[in-house]
C-alpha cells in the first residue's frame, strides 16, 4: 500500500467554487490565518512543501483550507528545531515510502528522539528558573544597603544570614575577569596574550639538547 501525504493535490486549471471542506483561500487570506507573510508561503511552495489546490482564471494561486494544517505543521516541526532543509527531505522520504507500518514507525522514532531532547531542555531551563528565583531572593535582601557603600564590599555582606550561600549569578559578578597580573596592563590582544604566555614558557624549560648525530635545520 503506497502511502501518500495529504494536502498535496495536483493544480488544476478550473477552479472549483469550494468544497465540502471549505472555500478555497487566495495566499494573502491563507497568510493571515496561519500569522505568515505571503513570501513565506510561496518559499514553502517553492520547496514543495505546499501545493496550490486550483488556480483563478486570473491565475491566482488558491489552497484548500486543509493547507492550514500544513502551514501549522511546518510551523511545529520548525519550533522542534527542524530547518525547511529538513522538513523537505522529511515529505520526500515520505512520498518514497511504500509501507504505511514503515513509515509510521520511521515518524515515532524521530518523534521519540525529538521529545527526548525537547525534555532535557525543559529540565535545564527549569534549573535555569530556579538559580533565577534563587538569585531575585538573595539580591532582595539588598535594598537596605547604603547607597554611599562600595560594590568590593558585596563580596562580604553582613546583610545575608550567616552561611548563606551566594548565587553564581550573582557572584560571578564578582568574579576578576582577568587576573591580576595583567589588571595595570595596557589593553592586549588575543594574540598578545598567546605570545606572551608562549615566551614565559620558553623561559621557564630549559632548551632539550638535540639528539647526537641529529640534524639541526636552519
Known amino acids: 500500500m503506497q502511502v501518500r501525504l495529504p494536502l498535496l493535490k495536483p493544480p488544476a486549471e478550473l477552479v472549483p467554487q469550494g468544497s465540502e471542506a471549505g472555500p478555497l483561500l487566495q495566499v494573502g487570506d491563507l497568510a493571515r490565518e496561519c500569522g505568515k507573510t505571503v513570501r513565506a508561503i510561496h518559499l514553502y511552495e517553492e520547496l514543495g512543501l505546499l501545493v496550490p489546490q ?3 482564471k486570473g491565475r491566482y494561486r488558491l489552497y484548500a483550507s486543509s493547507a492550514v494544517v500544513r502551514i501549522r ?14 522538513i523537505q527531505s522529511l515529505v520526500r522520504d515520505w512520498d518514497d515510502q511504500r509501507s ?17 531532547e525537547t525534555q532535557a531542555h525543559i529540565a ?23 547607597p554611599e557603600r562600595l560594590v568590593a564590599s558585596c563580596t ?4 545575608h544570614a550567616h552561611g548563606t550561600a551566594v548565587p553564581e549569578l550573582v557572584s560571578g559578578y564578582s568574579v576578576a575577569a582577568v587576573p591580576q597580573a595583567f589588571a ?4 592586549l590582544s588575543a594574540r598578545d596574550l598567546s605570545v606572551r604566555d608562549l615566551d614565559a614558557t620558553q623561559e621557564a624549560s630549559p632548551t632539550p639538547r638535540a639528539p647526537k648525530g641529529a640534524r639541526l635545520d636552519p
Open 100 to 116: 504505511a507500518a514503515r513509515t509510521m514507525a520511521k515518524m515515532r522514532e524521530l518523534y521519540a528522539k525529538k521529545l527526548a
Open 184 to 187: 595595570s596592563t595596557p589593553d
Open 156 to 159: 562580604s555582606c553582613e546583610h
Open 54 to 56: 486550483a488556480r483563478s
Open 124 to 146: 535545564r531551563l527549569r534549573e535555569l528558573e530556579r538559580e533565577i528565583v534563587s538569585s531575585i531572593d538573595y539580591l532582595d535582601t539588598c535594598d537596605v544597603c547604603d
Open 73 to 86: 505543521w511546518i510551523g511545529k516541526l520548525q519550533d522542534m528545531g527542524f530547518s525547511l532543509t529538513d
